[in-house]
């Protein structure tokens, strides 16, 4: 019996980030290979200034020099320190429906609390779901990176960070 031997190309998914600064924004350029035709291309992301100023503020005000935080404990401070605007994220009618059929269904999963919904879906937001790429990505991913290549922090991935600066404000 003969054996065929395939030949197969590993795939990598992406190869580096590239970090620009503007004066409003943050530019990171991803570079990302193609699984059929193995091209890479660059995929930028346009990372407004301010939600890394949000991050390191939070970062720098709750977190231990050299102390490792995890993607959840910085979840919950952006949404307890209400860094994000959940409303310009997830479109206000979306919001209403979701929160209304809860309160109509009986579900005494939030209290009724306008807050505690919100924050239910920030969270699953972050962790995945259809609104993971309007929320995880801008609001911490993105500008975790930012923060990392200015010397901020160190990232591990999955969300999770050491801080390693006593810088007060972005640079």
């Known amino acids: 019996m003969s054996e065929e031997v395939i030949d197969v190309q590993p795939w990598k998914g992406k190869d580096e980030i590239v970090i620009s600064e503007e004066k409003d924004t943050y530019i990171v350029v991803e570079h990302r290979k ?3 035709n193995l091209e890479v291309k660059p995929i930028q992301h346009i990372i407004p200034k301010q939600n890394v ?3 390191w503020n939070i970062i720098r005000e709750n977190c231990e020099l ?5 993607y959840r404990y910085l979840v919950r401070k952006l949404i307890e320190q209400g860094k994000m605007d959940i409303g310009k ?3 206000e009618y979306k919001i209403l429906d ?5 309160e109509l269904l009986g579900s005494k999963k939030f209290q009724n609390t306008w ?5 239910k879906i920030s969270m699953e937001a972050f962790g995945g779901g259809k609104f993971r790429k309007a929320v995880y990505f801008i609001h911490l991913y993105y500008p975790l990176k930012c923060l990392e290549h200015k010397g901020y922090v160190v990232f591990f991935g999955r969300g999770g960070c050491m801080r390693i600066s006593d810088e007060v404000n972005v640079r």
């Open 115 to 119: 807050y505690e919904f919100v924050s």
């Open 53 to 55: 100023i949000n991050l």
């Open 89 to 91: 994220i997830i479109p």
């Open 66 to 70: 050299r102390e490792q935080y995890g």
């Open 34 to 36: 193609n699984k059929e």
């Open 98 to 102: 979701m929160y209304f059929k809860d």
